[in-house]
């Protein structure tokens, strides 16, 4: 059973930066960081496997890192340059799996999620 427990969220002016961790148990994997604007759609940020292979949704692009330490079973998101419209809670998401696919950023991809991260940009 795999348990997920995100941290790092908060307030930020535009222009700001935070950066998310997310601590995970397994051993190859495909993880993700999703978010859930206010009265929106849940949607797929950015991706990446235990092979480092990393995928990113366009709205985040140049702006958002993800990253991991494999030592630490840990998960980063590295934001900067937020933007009102980033304001959103964030979760983080796995499958075990030995690569992320093409529909890795896909919420019905993921088998387990973390309890999410409010991140307000205003």
């Known amino acids: 059973h795999v348990q997920l427990v995100e941290s790092g969220g908060g307030s930020v002016q535009p222009g700001g930066s935070l950066n998310l961790s997310c601590t995970a148990s397994?051993?190859?994997?495909?993880m993700g960081w999703f978010r859930q604007p206010p009265g929106k759609e849940r949607e797929g940020v950015a991706a990446i496997d235990s092979d480092g292979g990393i995928k990113y949704a366009n709205s985040v692009k140049g702006r958002f890192t993800i990253s991991q330490d494999s030592a630490k079973n840990t998960l980063y998101l590295q934001m900067n340059n937020l933007r009102v419209e980033d304001t959103a809670m964030y979760y983080c998401?796995?499958?075990?799996?030995?690569?992320?696919?093409?529909?890795?950023?896909?919420?019905?991809?993921?088998?387990?999620w973390g309890q999410g991260t409010q991140v307000t940009v205003s």
């Open positions: 397994g051993t190859t994997y495909c």
């Open positions: 998401a796995i499958r075990i799996a030995a690569s992320c696919p093409s529909d890795a950023l896909r919420g019905d991809y993921h088998a387990a």
